[in-house]
């Protein structure tokens, strides 16, 4: 399977924290971008963070800048999105990819998708 998965989604209050895994096969982790994104019912994909391969560089959305940190574990093909200061805002589906060129602020840029797992915070 090419498709990274998900896993550590839940509900949890407002001003809470909880840490997103994403496990990637190895072919779709080396040498990719991996990047985290989430959907609200209704509304477009939307880009969270993005963690570059060759040099770990990372990158934020405004809306979780501060709050958010991607982290990856190439040993384990896992990358990891850790969320604290939750707003309800923040509920939705998010999503894992692996990807290559294109600005990795967009979901164009990436070719292997996960199902999903859902985070609703809780006012």
């Known amino acids: 399977q090419v498709h990274p998965v998900e896993s550590g989604g839940g509900l949890v209050q407002a001003g809470g924290s909880l840490r997103l895994s994403c496990a990637a096969s190895g072919r779709t982790f080396r040498g990719y971008t991996m990047g985290w994104f989430r959907q609200a019912p209704g509304k477009e994909r939307e880009f969270v963070a993005a963690i570059r391969w060759n040099d770990d560089s990372t990158y934020y959305a405004d809306s979780v800048k501060g709050r958010f940190t991607i982290s990856r574990d190439n040993a384990k093909s896992t990358v990891y999105l850790q969320m604290s200061s939750l707003e309800p805002e923040d509920t939705a589906v998010y999503l894992c990819?692996?990807?290559?060129?294109?600005?990795?602020?967009?979901?164009?840029?990436?070719?292997?998708w996960g199902q999903g797992t859902q985070v609703t915070v809780s006012s």
């Open positions: 990819a692996s990807g290559y060129g294109g600005p990795m602020n967009t979901p164009g840029a990436y070719v292997y």
